[in-house]
C-alpha cells in the first residue's frame, strides 16, 4: 500500500524560503511529483524526481531521498502568489492493468503573508 | 496546445439523482485519469484508461459510479444514484504515457449534492 504524509498548513513571510516536507512509504517506489494547486484550480506540475537529490528550477527546488523515503520542496523569494496548496504524488506500485500508480498526498495549504 | 477540457464546470443536484461528466483530454495522450477531490484533501484516484481500456478502477464505487472512455478520446464519468458524500471536484487529467508522465489537469467540475 500507499501513506503519504505532509503538513496540513504552513505560513511563511513575503520574499522569504520555505522547505514543504513529504514522507512517503510506497512498495515499488519509483519517484516523487510535486504539483501546485491555488484555491480553487487544478493541480499544475511542479517537479519530478526519479533519482536522489536536488534539482532545481528557478525559485523552485525539490529534493529525494529514497532510502528515507524523504522529499522536500523549497519555495525562495516567496511571492504572494506562492499560495497555494502544494501535493506530493508518489509513483508506485504496479496497478492491475501492468502500470505504475499515482498516489497523492493531502497536500500543504501555504500562505505567504507580507 | 489545447488543454484538458471539462464540462460542467458545476453542478448541484438532489441525492438519489444522476449526473455525468464529460472529459476531452489533450491530443496524442493515451493515458486519461479521474479524480475524486475532497475539500482539504488531494486527489483520490477513481479510474486511469489506458487508449480506450480500463487500468486501475479499484478505488472507484461500482455500485454507483461508470466511466467509459469510447475510441480511445474523451471520456464520460456517471454517478447513479447520487449522495451526499459524493460532493467534491471531479478532475480529469491526461498524459502522454502512464505512469512517470506529467498529468495534465483539467478544471474540474464542482459538483454539490443535496
Known amino acids: 500500500g500507499q501513506n503519504i504524509d505532509q503538513p496540513t498548513e504552513m505560513t511563511a513571510t513575503e520574499g522569504a524560503i520555505v522547505q514543504i516536507n513529504c514522507t512517503y512509504q510506497t512498495s515499488g517506489f519509483n519517484g516523487l511529483f510535486w504539483y501546485q494547486q491555488h484555491a480553487g484550480e487544478a493541480p499544475t506540475f511542479l517537479s519530478y524526481?526519479?533519482?536522489?537529490g536536488l534539482e532545481e528550477k528557478g525559485r523552485f527546488s525539490s529534493f529525494l531521498s529514497r532510502s528515507k523515503g524523504y522529499s522536500y520542496l523549497l519555495l525562495k523569494e516567496l511571492q504572494m502568489k506562492d499560495s497555494a496548496s502544494y501535493l506530493c504524488?508518489?509513483?508506485?506500485?504496479?496497478?492491475?492493468?501492468?502500470?505504475?500508480?499515482?498516489?497523492f498526498g493531502t497536500g500543504t495549504k501555504l500562505q505567504v503573508i507580507p | 496546445e489545447a488543454g484538458v477540457a471539462q464540462s460542467p464546470r458545476y453542478k448541484i443536484i438532489e441525492k438519489r439523482q444522476s449526473v455525468a461528466f464529460w472529459c476531452n483530454p489533450i491530443?496524442?495522450?493515451?493515458?486519461l485519469y479521474w479524480y475524486q477531490q475532497i475539500l482539504g484533501q488531494g486527489p483520490k484516484l477513481l479510474i486511469q484508461?489506458?487508449?480506450?481500456?480500463?487500468?486501475?478502477d479499484s478505488q472507484l464505487p461500482k455500485d454507483r459510479f461508470s466511466a467509459e472512455r469510447l475510441k480511445g478520446v474523451d471520456s464520460t464519468l456517471k454517478i447513479q444514484p447520487a449522495k451526499l458524500e459524493d460532493s467534491a471536484v471531479y478532475l480529469c487529467?491526461?498524459?502522454?504515457?502512464?505512469?512517470?508522465?506529467?498529468?495534465?489537469f483539467g478544471p474540474g467540475t464542482r459538483l454539490t449534492v443535496l
Open positions: 524526481n526519479v533519482l536522489d
Open positions: 484508461f489506458q487508449n480506450n481500456g480500463v487500468v486501475d
Open positions: 487529467a491526461s498524459s502522454l504515457v502512464a505512469g512517470g508522465d506529467t498529468q495534465y
Open positions: 491530443s496524442g495522450h493515451a493515458t
Open positions: 504524488a508518489a509513483l508506485g506500485p504496479l496497478n492491475s492493468g501492468g502500470y505504475q500508480k499515482v498516489t
